[in-house]
């Protein structure tokens, strides 16, 4: 399982990656999206198996126990990626309606931080 | 009563507060005496962990390797103590600068929001929390960011918002990894168990993935391209704000990271924050250089100046880290006042570009006297704060016998005064202004006033360098204290069984 599981991590980044660096702000999203994906999975990866491992409770438990810890460490990565994806869907909207494009390398084509007052 | 949580408490009732309430004056007074009462607090627990005291709250009254728990030692009283004070000065300044109901509604909770980030960075003793404390605080800039923003504005900001989302995708990996390797995510627990790992080359590889992640967060230079671009677009004091305290987060967690949580013999790292933090310094200034509006040069100013404080912790000495922690307290406080040296030029001229404006020093003269204390502070000239952080560096960097990175730093501060003295010459001094400046406006003296109380307090720490020093070399000291540090967390009251 653990094999799989890393080369599927390796597999996401690799996608995420590919769609951050592409022009069309749609694929850009997905990217980012799978990229949070990609790095929830990593940390629950890091759960390993339960083998050999006492869980934190009181007490002899019944069958073996998966680390609860990670879990809820991407509980919490779940709930802000949610958050900052959300917060980009409405700056790649607000960019969209401001420019009248959803093509990143047209959108910073003629860009000069000087040209502003 | 335990006070470490105060810092965080304070910013979040009043973000709820200041949430509840219709915009108006009654909001304002509610913000500033919340900023006010956060410095106090600050004050106290500097004074309290000063005298030698590791405020620890397990928070829950779980232990701590298993609950979470909020550190307080020096270094993190400092750091909350400059965020309060900046806060304080950019919610007054904003006050000065724009009447009551042009004021944007959520500007003063998402500041609250931003503070709470911060200090949760400061304050907290594991480092999935530090994540939490990084995501809080960079939400709360994006949206600042975006808030009062025009379609150029936006422009400006995916570049900071996409680059910081692949660092906090980035900074999850580091801690799941961190976590698999030292299943553990308490800083004190990993001091411990990594203390016999030092030349493991897990424990390298993860010191590199971290130095990424803070190194994205700090500026440091091939990471540093979506900073120069989007602070400018921010209104001056949020601009303050951010130059003040943001980056120096990055700063703050190289520092804690580095000294007290990873093995102290990772010399590959310690190496390579060094070399990065030379490129930085010599790199950014250049950016400052070929810039030619005020907003700008000082964006690329804070990246120079934050390749000094990575250089000095890259350095790895207790006095090397006491003066990146003395550049820091210094840094803060000029950097904030120069970007709101340069919102009052720019309310005076109409335009903060350098080829529009002119002639202050005929006008507002005071003015002029306290960008010339900031500007010469900044690049290190001797009575002033920035020099004696800056002198304690070179002398480490002598010791060392790393006179290539002491070059560039003399050469960075050579070509900082250049730059100061760009914006002197084409703002105070001399200039083409074709527009009459504004001298009627009412708004530029109250501004004035917050600029010339954090300058004063900046010369007073020139003034007194020794005092502050002390407090520099003590929270170094309790930095690199792994053991210390880690006595202190697993020695705080807590139910369970302690290690």
Not at chain 1, 88 to 101: G, K, M
Not at chain 2, 101 to 122: K, T, V
């Amino acid at each position: 399982m653990q094999l799989e599981t890393a080369i599927l991590v390796g597999v996401l980044f690799a996608c995420g990656t590919y769609l951050i660096l592409q022009r069309s702000f749609v694929q850009i999203l997905f990217g980012f999206v799978i990229l949070s994906n990609a790095a929830n999975l990593l940390v629950l990866s890091m759960a390993g198996l339960p083998d050999g491992k006492t869980p934190p409770i009181v007490g002899e438990p019944a069958a073996p126990m998966v680390d609860p810890l990670p879990q809820a460490l991407i509980l919490t990565a779940i709930v802000i990626g949610f958050g900052v994806i959300a917060y980009l869907v409405l700056l790649l909207y607000r960019l969209f309606l401001d420019q009248r494009t959803t093509n990143a390398a047209e959108l910073y084509a003629e860009t000069e931080a000087d040209s502003h007052e | 009563m335990n006070w470490a949580a105060t810092p965080l408490l304070i910013p979040l009732l009043t973000a709820l507060l200041l949430l509840l309430g219709r915009p108006g004056v009654g909001r304002r007074y509610v913000a500033a005496c919340s900023a006010l009462l956060q410095l106090g607090v600050a004050l106290y627990l500097l004074s309290r962990t000063y005298a030698g005291e590791t405020l620890v709250l397990p928070v829950g009254r779980w232990a701590a390797p298993f609950g979470i728990v909020l550190v307080m030692d020096t270094l993190s009283a400092v750091m909350v103590c400059l965020a309060s004070l900046i806060a304080l000065a950019s919610l007054l300044y904003g006050f000065a600068e724009s009447p009551v109901h042009l004021e944007h509604p959520l500007r003063l909770p998402l500041m609250q929001f931003l503070l709470l980030g911060i200090n949760l960075s400061f304050c907290t003793g594991d480092l999935f929390n530090l994540f939490v404390g990084f995501e809080i605080m960079l939400i709360a800039s994006y949206a600042l960011l975006t808030l009062e923003a025009d379609d150029w504005d936006i422009k400006q900001a995916y570049p900071y918002v996409a680059i910081n989302l692949v660092g906090s995708a980035l900074f999850l990996c580091a801690a799941g990894l961190a976590y698999g390797l030292f299943g553990t995510l308490n800083f004190a627990d990993i001091a411990l168990r990594s203390a016999t790992m030092g030349a493991d080359p897990r424990v390298q590889t993860l010191a590199m993935l971290l130095l990424v992640v803070f190194g994205i967060k700090a500026g440091l230079f091939p990471l540093y391209y979506w900073l120069p671009n989007s602070y400018p677009t921010l209104p001056y004091p949020l601009a303050a704000l951010y130059a003040g305290m943001l980056t120096k987060v990055g700063v703050y967690v190289l520092a804690r990271v580095f000294g007290t949580v990873l093995p102290h013999d990772l010399h590959f790292a310690h190496q390579g924050l060094a070399v990065l933090a030379g490129f930085t310094m010599v790199i950014a200034v250049l950016g400052a250089l070929s810039r030619q509006f005020i907003r700008g040069i000082l964006s690329f100013h804070i990246l120079s100046q934050i390749g000094f404080m990575v250089l000095a912790i890259g350095f790895f000495t207790p006095l090397a880290f006491a003066a990146a922690i003395f550049y820091i307290i210094h840094h803060i406080i000029v950097k904030a006042s120069l970007f709101l040296i340069g919102g009052v030029a720019a309310e005076l001229n109409g335009s903060d570009n350098l080829a529009r404006g002119g002639h202050l020093w005929r006008h507002a003269p005071w003015l002029g006297v306290l960008f010339l204390a900031q500007a010469l502070s900044l690049a290190g000239l001797p009575p002033l704060s920035g020099f004696w952080g800056k002198y304690v560096i070179l002398v480490v960097g002598f010791e060392q016998g790393r006179y290539l990175l002491v070059l560039a730093a003399l050469v960075a501060s050579l070509l900082t005064l250049m730059s100061m003295l760009k914006i002197w010459n084409a703002t105070f001094w001399g200039g083409n202004a074709h527009t009459p400046l504004r001298l009627e406006s009412p708004r530029w003296r109250p501004m004035t006033c917050v600029i010339a109380a954090l300058t004063l307090l900046s010369l007073g720490i020139g003034l007194g360098a020794e005092g502050v020093m002390q407090i520099a070399l003590q929270a170094a000291a309790q930095v690199l204290d792994q053991q210390g540090y880690a006595a202190a967390v697993f020695s705080a009251m807590g139910k369970g069984t302690l290690p």
